[in-house]
């Protein structure tokens, strides 16, 4: 239990941090960013053993990033979806 309240503590405090920065460009989320995100979470499930998660950045009442990662349940092993 106390991992995965640190994992939520972290994955929160990540997407406050870059849900506050500036975006220059106009298109809302950079791939490098989307790409980062992506690598470090995949890195937290595998560490913390977390079969599957979905997770949506919001800046300024508008979705930036949505991904879905891992498996709904480990029996069917049907995918995340990120709705």
Same mark, same amino acid.
């Given at each position: 239990?106390?991992?995965?309240?640190?994992? /939520?503590?972290?994955?929160?405090?990540? !997407?406050?941090? %870059?849900? !506050? $920065?500036? $975006?220059?460009? +106009?298109?809302? %989320?950079?791939?490098?960013?989307?790409?980062?995100?992506?690598?470090?979470?995949?890195?937290?499930?595998?560490?913390?053993?977390?079969?599957?998660?979905?997770?949506?950045?919001?800046?300024?009442?508008? %979705? /930036?990033?949505?991904?879905?990662?891992? %498996?709904?349940?480990?029996? +069917?092993?049907?995918?995340?979806?990120?709705?």
């Amino acid at each position: 239990m106390h991992r995965r309240t640190l994992l /939520v503590s972290v994955l929160v405090s990540l !997407c406050a941090v %870059v849900a !506050c $920065q500036e $975006q220059e460009r +106009s298109d809302p %989320v950079e791939e490098e960013f989307a790409l980062t995100l992506n690598t470090y979470i995949e890195a937290v499930m595998e560490t913390f053993e977390i079969p599957g998660l979905t997770i949506a950045v919001t800046r300024g009442g508008e %979705v /930036v990033y949505i991904g879905a990662f891992g %498996v709904r349940s480990l029996d +069917s092993g049907e995918p995340m979806k990120a709705e």
